[in-house]
C-alpha cells in the first residue's frame, strides 16, 4: 500500500507545509500551568499576576501567583474587606486595615483580638487588596514560618535556610499571622520573629502583625525587645489596634 504522501504527490496535490506559531512555546507543569520567571525572584515560578497581564512576552497566557513571593493565605484567600460582617468592636480594626492597605498611616500594623474576632480574615483582606494594586503582599502564618526554617535545616530539604529567610525578609509588604501569647517558643525561635520584625521595624518596610496578647503578656512569652517593637506607638511606627468583640464561631467575649 502506498504512502499516503506519495499517493498525494501523484494526484498532484501537495502536503501542507506547518505554519509557525505566532504564540510562543507554553511550559507546563504537572497541573497545565504556564512557568515563568517571576519577576521578584527571578526563579522558574509563576508570573505574579491577578486578573492582570504582566510585560513577560507571553501575554496570551494566563498568568497565576506566584506561590513562592506571593503564597496564598492557608485559607480563604478570596477574601476581602466587602466580605467582612463588621460587628460591635471591630470597626476601629477594619478601618485601620483599610488605611494600610491604601499606604496610609504607620509603616506597621499590629491587631491585638482575642480568638474569633477576625484578625485572620482583615490580615487577608488586607492581602486582597493591596494584590489588586499591583502589590505583593507576603502572607505568612507564624507556626509554619518557624516550621519551614526548621526544617531547611534538614539534609533531604529542598529549601535553604537563607533563600527562605530573604525571601520573607525582603518582602514588599509582611503580613505576620497569629504572634501567640500561649505559644512556648524556644530561645532559637524567639530569635527568629525578633530577626524578622526588627529589621522591617528599623528600615521602614511595611508589615501587619495580629496578636492575642497585650504587651505584658507578649514581653513575658517572646521576650521583651520584641514586644517594645510590636507595641511601639511613641514613635509613630507603629500603629496598635484593639479589638473588643466576641467570637464570630462561638459568641463567646474570650478575656
Known amino acids: 500500500m502506498e504512502e499516503l504522501k506519495k499517493v498525494l504527490e501523484r494526484l498532484g496535490?501537495?502536503?501542507?507545509?506547518?505554519?509557525?506559531?505566532?504564540?510562543?512555546?507554553?511550559?507546563?507543569d504537572s497541573r497545565g500551568?504556564?512557568?515563568g520567571s517571576c519577576p521578584r525572584c527571578t526563579g522558574t515560578q509563576w508570573l505574579a499576576s491577578e486578573l492582570k497581564q504582566v510585560m513577560s512576552g507571553k501575554m496570551d497566557?494566563?498568568?497565576?501567583?506566584?506561590p513562592r513571593c506571593n503564597p496564598p493565605a492557608p485559607i480563604g484567600q478570596g477574601r476581602t474587606f466587602a466580605g467582612f460582617e463588621a460587628v460591635l468592636g471591630t470597626e476601629e480594626m477594619v478601618e485601620a486595615a483599610m488605611e494600610f492597605a491604601r499606604g496610609e498611616g504607620s509603616r506597621g500594623l499590629t491587631i491585638v483580638g482575642q480568638n474569633g474576632v477576625g484578625k485572620t480574615h482583615i490580615l487577608e483582606a488586607i492581602g486582597t487588596e493591596m494584590r489588586r494594586a499591583g502589590q505583593h503582599p507576603q502572607?505568612?502564618?507564624?507556626?509554619?514560618?518557624?516550621?519551614?526554617?526548621?526544617?531547611?535545616?534538614?539534609?533531604?530539604?529542598?529549601?535553604?535556610?537563607?533563600?527562605?529567610?530573604?525571601?520573607w525578609a525582603d518582602a514588599e509588604i509582611?503580613?505576620?499571622?497569629?504572634?501567640?501569647?500561649?505559644?512556648?517558643?524556644?530561645?532559637?525561635?524567639?530569635?527568629?520573629?525578633?530577626?524578622?520584625?526588627?529589621?522591617?521595624y528599623r528600615h521602614g518596610a511595611p508589615y501587619v502583625i495580629t496578636t492575642n496578647g497585650n504587651l505584658e503578656r507578649i514581653a513575658v512569652t517572646w521576650g521583651r525587645r520584641l514586644a517594645d517593637r510590636v507595641f511601639?506607638?511613641?514613635?509613630?511606627?507603629?500603629?496598635?489596634?484593639?479589638?473588643?468583640?466576641?467570637?464570630?464561631?462561638t459568641g463567646q467575649m474570650w478575656k
Open 232 to 249: 511601639d506607638t511613641r514613635s509613630g511606627a507603629v500603629r496598635v489596634i484593639y479589638t473588643h468583640a466576641a467570637s464570630y464561631r
Open 33 to 35: 500551568r504556564p512557568e
Open 13 to 28: 496535490t501537495q502536503l501542507p507545509k506547518p505554519q509557525p506559531s505566532s504564540k510562543p512555546t507554553t511550559q507546563l
Open 139 to 167: 502572607y505568612v502564618f507564624l507556626p509554619d514560618f518557624l516550621d519551614r526554617l526548621r526544617s531547611s535545616y534538614n539534609p533531604d530539604s529542598d529549601s535553604v535556610y537563607e533563600d527562605l529567610w530573604q525571601m
Open 174 to 200: 509582611l503580613l505576620l499571622d497569629d504572634l501567640s501569647d500561649t505559644a512556648k517558643p524556644t530561645p532559637w525561635a524567639i530569635g527568629q520573629v525578633e530577626r524578622i520584625v526588627d529589621g522591617r
Open 61 to 66: 497566557q494566563e498568568l497565576y501567583p506566584c
